[in-house]
């Protein structure tokens, strides 16, 4: 079988779903945030009447996932100009973007964030100084959250990766001892960057979210739950 794809697409009730055809041996349905786009990865052999049964079947579902979605803040589109407001660790800062030649940096300044980069500067680029200074200061972060939790809870990790994530907080890659977190972490009270961490070094006892990982939680960091909160109430 080939292992091209090719996609289609399909309206129901006002609803359009790409169905794209896989070299897949299950049907997955999602509804992807932030808008709600609505996609179904099929099998090559599934016929058309199947999927649109099916699709009919889990209109309703549908409905209710972009109902929820429809309700979340939306993605804030950052111009990366004077006056923007942006945040660091739960702080709200006013952005100030100070043209000049050499290179470009972020200077937070008390209630200000300084932003220095050449004239002409492309707001892509503007972007990433500031996500580049994220993960300085995260991974400054890291390295002594690691410090202060690897006697603890007594698990080496191997790697600290910090990354843009889309739908989750962290990740924990068992075998390698590898963890990866989050940048929007860096906006979120240091708190719930300590809380992500001790979450994934603690799969490195019990791969799953079963009593045993919870118990483990309860364990190590008490207060886990309020922190699980916090992280949930602060938005970007």
């Known amino acids: 079988m080939s292992n091209s794809?090719?996609?289609?697409?399909?309206?129901?009730?006002g609803i359009s779903v790409e169905v794209i055809r896989k070299n897949i041996r299950s049907l997955r349905l999602v509804v992807h945030p932030p808008e709600g786009r609505v996609s179904l990865s099929a099998p090559a052999f599934v016929s058309d009447e199947d999927i649109r049964q099916m699709l009919i079947s889990r209109l309703s579902w549908i409905k209710q996932k972009q109902a929820v979605l429809e309700?979340?803040?939306?993605?804030?589109?950052?111009?990366?100009?004077?006056?923007?407001?942006h945040r660091y660790q739960s702080q709200t800062y006013s952005l100030r973007v100070i043209e000049r030649q050499g290179k470009h940096a972020l200077i937070l300044k008390e209630n200000e964030m300084q932003l220095?980069?050449?004239?002409?500067?492309?707001?892509?680029?503007?972007?990433?100084?500031?996500?580049?200074?994220?993960?300085?200061?995260?991974?400054r972060q890291i390295d002594a959250l690691q410090r202060k939790w690897q006697p603890v809870i007594k698990k080496q990790v191997a790697h600290f990766t910090v990354k843009k994530m889309k739908?989750?907080?962290?990740?924990?890659?068992?075998?390698?001892?590898?963890i990866s977190l989050a940048l929007s972490l860096a906006k979120k009270p240091i708190e719930c960057l300590e809380y992500v961490l001790v979450h994934e070094m603690v799969h490195l006892h019990e791969r799953y979210h079963n009593a045993n990982f919870y118990r483990l939680m309860d364990h190590y960091l008490p207060d886990w739950r309020a922190r699980d909160e916090v992280l949930r109430r602060h938005q970007s």
């Not at 939306?74 to 111009?79: D, G, L, V, W």
């Not at 739908?167 to 590898?178: E, L, Q, V, Y």
């Open 5 to 13: 794809n090719f996609s289609t697409i399909v309206t129901l009730s």
């Open 71 to 85: 309700q979340l803040p939306k993605p804030i589109k950052y111009q990366y100009v004077t006056g923007e407001t």
């Open 116 to 139: 220095y980069v050449k004239p002409n500067t492309r707001t892509q680029n503007k972007a990433l100084v500031l996500d580049r200074w994220y993960r300085q200061q995260m991974e």
């Open 167 to 178: 739908t989750k907080w962290g990740s924990c890659n068992i075998i390698a001892k590898r």
